[in-house]
């Protein structure tokens, strides 16, 4: 199980970069595992993993993988603190 507050956005197509490509899309999966709480209003970004016990805060933008039992927030998110 996981918590999701109002208004995540999970994203997980992106256009290729290649101008010769761009009509096709890039999909890449996103993994959230258990226990994991995602704030109001973040968005997860293509390929990311948040990590267990882990905590994404409101209005993140997250485009790396999220360690479990972390702490995360801002644009893009950073590492705040871990959970202990």
Do not use: Y
């Not at 258990?34 to 267990?52: D, K, M, Q, S, Y």
């Not at 905590?55 to 950073?78: E, F, H, L, S, T």
């Amino acid at each position: 199980m996981c918590r999701l507050g109002p208004k995540v956005n999970l994203i997980t197509e992106n256009h290729p970069v290649d101008l010769s490509k761009r009509k096709h899309l890039d999909v890449k999966s996103i993994l959230i595992k258990r226990n994991a709480w995602i704030g109001a209003g973040a968005t997860i970004l293509p390929g990311v993993t948040i990590g267990e016990n882990s905590i994404v805060a409101a209005r993140a933008v997250v485009n790396k993988d999220v360690p479990d039992n972390g702490i995360i927030g801002g644009i893009p998110a950073q590492f705040i603190k871990a959970i202990e």
